[in-house]
């Protein structure tokens, strides 16, 4: 995985395809102030945009995640026990707070 978003490579799929950014953008539902954002690195993508923009270029989803440098997951492969059980960890971890601030 890329540790920043990897601007060139994205600028070359798009090339490749004779795409601007802003159809880029338009395709993800993004503004291009946003999608400037991202291409700065200061705005990650969601896991829709992710599938979005592969779509667009042509590639493996995980390759736009991993070009973009985020731990988004990629849409459909989501391991739904690990969800549960982080859900799970969360809502404990909630429920825990909850009694302290009851204590309190």
């Known amino acids: 995985m890329a540790l920043f978003f990897d601007a060139e490579w994205f600028d070359a799929r798009l090339a ?14 993004m503004s291009p102030a946003e999608l400037a954002l991202v291409f700065k690195d200061q705005r990650e993508l969601s896991a829709a945009e ?21 731990s988004t997951p990629v849409p459909g492969r989501v391991d739904p026990e690990a969800r549960i059980a982080a859900l799970e960890r969360r ?14």
């Open 50 to 70: 992710v599938a979005v923009f592969a779509e667009l270029l042509g590639v493996e989803a995980k390759e736009v995640a991993d070009r973009a440098g985020i």
């Open 16 to 29: 490749e395809r004779g795409l601007p950014r802003t159809v880029l953008a338009a395709a993800a539902g």
């Open 91 to 104: 809502v404990a971890a909630l429920e825990e707070d909850v009694a302290r601030l009851k204590r309190s």
